[in-house]
């Protein structure tokens, strides 16, 4: 038995009351009759901190290891497809996270796709809507366009939305005035970005060369060498009113 901070004895016993809270734990010699032996691990409930619900019609569809800028071209140029599908496998995929013991979700979305699966799961979820533009003229408009998506989310009837965000995406997909537009949004109270996920990342970040830079040819966008700089921005303008960063970094570079 875990009680998230440490592995029990073998003969402990979890006392659960009928609604499924924990009362304690204890000792088998003093936890009565009635107790049930398990196999396995019995242990808090997991947090998904980072995940992307509405993509999960794309599982098996993106050849592996093949970089960070490969993987993400693949998800912008093959994300489309029918409704029906996509909820099916949201369905599914929200159904296995909970067999396999998590309990809450930090959910990037890009759209309200998400919204009907994820207000009849027993998941909770924190919604984090994601943005993204690099032109800084066009901020305003990307900026309108995901609090859109944000309204969707915090109308929705769901107790199990534990916070809704708008959020950016990474450093070097979002203008200095699409980040200034989301560092002032005050309804923000824990916020997520990509940072540092891969060493052609890392590349970007400090040479503005390699393979990011043809990542941002492909998307037909013009390469910019601000994402250092943007970084920077997010750090001193990180405002009071956000309570939590998360940050999903995979690779970290010293
Ligand atoms: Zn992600």
Redesign the pocket.
């Known amino acids: 038995m875990f009680d998230g901070f440490r592995f029990h004895e073998p003969n402990t016993v979890l006392i659960v009351q009928e609604d499924g809270r924990i009362e304690a734990i204890v000792d088998a010699a003093s936890a009565g009759s009635d107790v049930q032996h398990l196999t396995g691990i019995l242990t808090p409930g997991l947090i998904n901190c980072?995940c992307?619900l509405e993509l999960s019609h794309m599982i098996n569809r993106i050849p592996q290891a093949t970089g960070l800028p490969a993987f993400l071209l693949h998800v912008m140029q093959d994300r489309a497809h029918d409704i029906a599908e996509i909820n099916h496998a949201m369905t599914l995929a929200d159904e296995q996270m909970y067999q396999q013991g998590i309990v809450a979700v930090g959910d990037?979305c890009n759209t309200t796709h998400s919204i009907p699966v994820k207000s009849k799961s027993r998941i909770r979820y924190y919604n984090f809507v994601e943005t993204m533009g690099v032109i800084s003229e066009k901020a305003d408009a990307r900026f309108q366009q995901a609090l859109g998506v944000w309204e969707k989310f915090n109308e929705a009837d769901a107790t199990n939305f534990i916070g809704n965000s708008i959020v950016p995406h990474a450093p070097y997909s979002v203008s200095p005035a699409l980040f200034e537009r989301i560092s002032n949004f005050e309804k923000n109270k824990v916020v997520s970005i990509?940072s540092q996920e891969s060493a052609d990342e890392k590349e970007f970040l400090s040479l503005g060369t390699g393979a990011f830079l043809d990542f941002f040819l492909k998307s037909r966008t013009t390469p910019r060498r601000y994402a250092r700089c943007n970084q920077q921005i997010w750090r001193q303008k990180h405002p009071a009113h956000v309570e939590d960063t998360s940050i999903?970094t995979k690779h970290t570079c010293p």
């Open positions: 980072h992307h990037i990509h999903h």
